[in-house]
Antibody
Framework: QITLKESGPTQVKPTQTLTLTCTFS??????????VGWIRQPPGKALEWLSL???????RYSPSLRSRLTITKDTSKNQVVLTMTDMDPVDTATYYC?????????????WGQGTLVTVSS | IMLTQSPATLSLSPGDRATLSCRAS??????LAWYQQKPGQAPRLLIY???NRATGIPARFSGSGSGTDFTLTISSLEPEDFAVYYC????????FGQGTRLEIK
């Protein structure tokens, strides 16, 4: 059974850097084709894909946010970390991590429960 | 690639047939998925590659289409089907539609 859980601060101030951790079980990020992605959702709004990291350390970023995002993985801890710099109130959202497989056309087939991050001074 | 979903809101009754639309700004071949999201929950994958049901998804959910026009059909609505539905494409980078809210009439 695949499970993912996001953790990190519930509130950050404008201009600060956000660091979110996705801790997962039920799969290994060393297995061929496996990936973990980050998706966010502002309150009452649609989903927005942010970033993706694969088992081979291939990393992908949303073009509109690329300059602010960094994704890394720690396979020994079964964790993926996303950092987002220069936070702004418009970045207030629920942040989800999700499991994907490159050979499954990268659909997000298992999701964490999400963590709400509020950006406010 | 932009995805436009219609209608924004669909008001139906249990037992009705629901038809949700997703249109892509350019061809995505069959690389389209549908997700269901209930209040306070994460999205759940329903349909992938335009027409394949994900594991555990009831047969009343079906997907069709290719290129730029896609449809999610729920053949007979159950009370638990009232939720928001998103389509997603994966060409170049993933993008989502703005969602269709399926509400009880």
């Amino acid at each position: 059974q695949i499970t993912l859980k996001e953790s990190g601060p519930t509130q950050v101030k404008p201009t600060q850097t956000l660091t979110l951790t996705c801790t997962f079980s039920g799969f290994s990020l060393t297995s061929d084709g496996v990936g973990v992605g980050w998706i966010r959702q502002p309150p009452g709004k649609a989903l927005e894909w942010l970033s993706l990291i694969y088992w081979d350390d291939d990393k992908r970023y949303s073009p509109s946010l690329r300059s602010r995002l960094t994704i890394t993985k720690d396979t020994s801890k079964n964790q993926v970390v996303l950092t987002m710099t220069d936070m702004d109130p418009v970045d207030t959202a629920t942040y989800y991590c999700a499991h994907t497989r490159k050979y499954f056309n990268n659909w997000f087939d298992s999701w964490g429960q999400g963590t709400l991050v509020t950006v406010s001074s | 690639i932009m995805l436009t979903q219609s209608p924004a809101t669909l008001s139906l009754s249990p037992g009705d047939r629901a038809t949700l639309s997703c249109r892509a700004s350019q061809s995505v071949s069959f690389y389209l998925a549908w997700y269901q999201q209930k209040p306070g929950q994460a999205p759940r994958l329903l349909i992938y590659d335009a027409s394949n049901r994900a594991t555990g998804i009831p047969a009343r959910f079906s997907g069709s289409g290719s290129g730029t026009d896609f449809t999610l059909t729920i053949s007979s609505l159950e009370p638990e089907d009232f939720a928001v539905y998103y389509c997603q494409q994966r060409s170049h980078w993933p993008t989502f539609g703005q969602g269709t809210r399926l509400e009880i009439k």
